[in-house]
């Protein structure tokens, strides 16, 4: 039977389609990003902000329009991860902003919202690209336009915008040269099409995980849902993430292994390796014997187990009523105490890192990185920690700027500062410029110039062969990324430094840094640095411990 209109129940269920079918092919989404590296992470990034939003909606008892769209808007605002997250955030935003006040979607309204969601998405971005999901997205919502008259039902509708979609993803290599020199289509506009695909899907009639109140399944029609409001599935009902600690990093096949018994243990699995540590999510039934599983990789750590039924508050007293109690406590404490004029946030992975950063100063550390972006809802929580009328943020990560951003946005009570840094050496170099006795305006200016003096080089593996900027690259090869693309591509560590700092060096430069990685010794950062001596004598040379994963060793030079 045609469907003329979206009602609530329908559109719960089509959000939650594209959610799984987000989830379920978020691997192969991450393996379109660009640069071979061994954390391209655009599909976890995307299934992450969404499935905050699926949280958010797991809660509802009833669901009506209005706090559907609730939902889906501010739960993918707060958990938005890295660029492709927060753009969807935004693409949300704007669409649920503008059905929100009806009781079902008609086709006027769908166009009226595709045009609201890339307006937003695209404010959202200081300098947005044309061959992204921002140019995808901007397609759909012209033919969306341009059908809106076209007197057909909404399955067809919305199958003619995203055909035209994916014919806008596939013309994306021709619009970014690294795209078709790599070639991938864009890895966020695919993820884009892959929910609205999913979406499709259950508007057609697939079945996916809602249960109508009176025990009706999914492959209901539209006709009969409005019969009753829609309930959200209580099956898997506990939100569960912990680390697992291992002895050496896993193997792909091992890290398979285990998500495979995760997917086949509840929903919506997200495993994230970070050299040594396995980040792991899912909604499942049985945390109990998910954990057992997990510690045949290795210990397990940083273990939170949620409810969807119980306040967060009452859980969290569940699982610790004395860290609960001594959290409250340090939370009063703070509040009583006359906040300072300046505080201090810095995103960073590896204990050594977080060490240097306290050490200069910063309030709160923020566990996150290349690896794992933190989400929106992870800055404002940090933001919130720290007592201070203005709160410098520095993500220290091109991909975090735009949560940083967001999070700025979202946080009424306090000025945000974001300080745009792009790597830790840039975030370290920033506050090295920090002079307390100076206003905040005063040292936002002279922490950006410090940023602008500051050059890295980020040293890791290739997990594929591929050719970027005219070099060619194999799998195994160890490639030096530089602010601006590939600086250098070599057999070993040490060679791709050395030619990464040849392209860095200039008259000018005074030091150069060091920071060794977790799985890179420092005696042999020691080499590099005994390399950098002996070819530029007049350059002082620091090593230090940064102990972050994947990358063997990162380089700054000043």
């Not at 790597?423 to 940023?451: F, H, R």
Request: net charge negative; charged share 25%; proline share 3%.
């Amino acid at each position: 039977m045609a469907v003329d209109r979206i009602d609530a129940a329908l559109f719960a269920k089509m959000f939650l389609a594209g959610a799984q079918n987000l989830s379920d092919n978020k691997d192969w989404i991450n393996e379109l990003n660009v640069f071979p590296v061994p954390d391209g992470d655009t599909g976890t990034n995307m299934t992450m902000t969404i499935m905050s939003a699926v949280r958010e909606l797991e809660a509802l008892q009833d669901v009506d329009m209005k706090s559907l769209c609730k939902c889906i808007s501010s739960g993918s605002l707060r958990g938005a991860r890295g660029n492709s997250g927060v753009i969807l955030s935004q693409l949300f935003r704007g669409f649920t902003k503008t059905v929100r006040s009806t009781d079902a979607i008609d086709i006027p309204l769908i166009a009226d919202g595709f045009e609201k969601a890339v307006e937003t998405a695209y404010k959202a971005v200081i300098k947005p690209k044309e061959g992204t999901i921002l140019t995808v997205a901007k397609g759909m919502a012209e033919i969306s336009r341009k059908l809106v008259d076209a007197q057909m039902p909404v399955e067809e509708y919305l199958k003619n915008i995203i055909d035209y979609g994916n014919e806008i993803l596939a013309k994306t290599p021709e619009m970014l040269p690294v795209l078709k020199e790599a070639g991938v289509v864009d890895s966020g506009g695919q993820g884009l099409m892959t929910i609205l695909e999913g979406a499709y899907g259950a508007l057609t009639g697939k079945e996916i995980e809602i249960t109508i109140i009176g025990g009706k399944k999914s492959e209901n029609t539209a006709e009969e849902e409005k019969e009753a409001p829609v309930q959200i599935r209580k099956k898997n009902v506990y939100f569960e993430e912990f680390i697992i600690n291992t002895a050496k990093q896993l193997s792909p096949a091992l890290i398979d292994d285990l998500h495979g018994f995760l997917a086949a243990s509840g929903e919506c699995a997200v495993v994230s390796s970070e050299g040594k540590k396995v980040k792991v999510y899912l909604r499942t039934d049985d945390p109990g014997m998910v954990l057992t599983k997990a510690m045949s990789y290795g210990p397990v750590s940083d273990i939170s187990i949620t409810n969807s039924t119980i306040e967060k508050h009452e859980n969290r007293l569940f699982r610790d009523p004395e860290k609960a109690l001594a959290d409250q406590m340090a939370e009063k404490a703070a509040k009583e105490t006359p906040a300072k004029e300046m505080g201090f946030i810095a995103v960073s992975c590896g204990n050594g890192f977080e060490e240097i950063f306290k050490g200069l100063g910063a309030d709160y550390v923020v566990s996150g990185g290349q690896t794992m972006n933190p989400s929106t809802e992870d800055l404002i929580n940090a933001i919130d920690k720290v007592n201070a009328k203005n709160v410098f943020l520095l993500p220290n990560n091109k991909n975090i700027i735009m949560a940083a951003k967001q999070a700025k946005e979202l946080v009424q009570e306090k000025s945000i500062i974001v300080i745009e840094t792009k790597t830790v050496p840039q975030g370290i170099s920033a506050l090295l410029a920090l002079e307390p006795e100076k206003s905040a305006v005063e040292n936002q200016q002279l922490m950006t110039e410090a940023v602008g003096h500051v050059q890295t080089a980020e040293l890791t593996y290739a997990i594929r062969d591929t050719s970027i900027d005219g070099v060619e690259i194999h799998q195994g090869d160890i490639m030096a990324v530089g602010d601006h693309g590939i600086l250098d591509v070599e057999k070993d560590v040490r060679k791709a430094a050395s030619g990464a700092l040849e392209k860095m060096i200039t008259d000018d430069s005074e030091l150069v840094s060091i920071y060794f990685g977790q799985d890179y010794s420092e005696e042999n950062a020691q080499r590099i640095a005994q390399d950098v001596q002996e070819k530029y004598p007049d350059i002082d040379v620091a090593v230090e411990n940064g102990g972050q994963p994947v990358y063997y060793c990162i380089l700054s030079v000043e």
